[in-house]
């Protein structure tokens, strides 16, 4: 799949995390110059036979979402990795994506939308799928017949009893699941591909799937 053409002014953290690790990650990021993050809970799905490719197992996680400027990012990426170490085996992974701009924060309004992205290019990229629930095991066996090595599964829920959330037009109520895949480049299309036969994606009400470019990643195993 082609890279995005346009270089992004801020980066979208994902650091996926031992539970119980979330709030200290959040902390240290905010002495790094991160003011806030989201933390949500999710498992991991990788077999230990396949040499702890991701360093996840089945077991809980809590994935941190953090969004900063390029500079602040790349700093605390630095600076994250020197004290949790997600380099290490059983770490955790972690990896980050583009985006175009952060709304609701007056700290990045002004930011340069030509600034700099830094750090080297990277071969990833992280496949997002949101089915019913119950469907996200058949999600991760499709994914795997095409060449994945595993992910993480997130609850997805709404607000409130009376409300939804919407992603791409897409409710995103307490029945669904999220499916995150960090994939290599060459293989994406391949187990997209065996996501949507198998899921019946295109059907309505099946689900949806989107694909972002990966920009750096920590402690990735293969």
Not at 94 to 123: L, P
Not at 149 to 173: D, P, Q, W, Y
């Amino acid at each position: 799949m082609a890279k995005l053409n346009n270089v992004p002014a801020f980066q979208l953290i994902y650091i996926i995390a031992n539970y119980g690790m979330g709030s200290k990650i959040l902390r240290r990021a905010k002495k790094c110059g991160i003011p806030g993050g989201t933390i949500f809970l999710g498992r991991g799905t990788v077999d230990n036979s396949l040499l702890n490719f991701l360093s996840l197992y089945d077991e809980r996680k809590e994935i941190v979402l953090l969004g900063a400027d390029n500079d602040t990012a790349n700093h605390a990426l630095i600076e994250l990795n020197k004290i949790f170490q997600f380099e290490r085996p059983n770490h955790g992974i972690v990896f980050t994506t583009g985006i175009s701009g952060i709304v609701g924060s007056k700290r990045y309004k002004d930011i340069d939308n030509e600034q700099e992205r830094g750090g080297s290019e990277s071969m990833y990229q992280v496949i997002t799928t949101v089915v019913n629930r119950g469907k996200a095991e058949d999600v991760i066996e499709a994914a795997k017949a095409a060449g994945s090595k595993g992910g993480t599964i997130v609850n997805a829920r709404g607000s409130g009893v009376n409300e939804t959330s919407r992603l791409f037009n897409m409710e995103i109520e307490p029945e669904k699941e999220m499916i995150l895949i960090l994939s290599k480049e060459e293989v994406t299309e391949t187990i997209v591909a065996s996501i949507q036969k198998e899921l019946e994606i295109e059907e309505p009400g099946n689900g949806i799937i989107f694909i972002q470019d990966v920009q750096k990643t920590y402690g990735i195993y293969e």
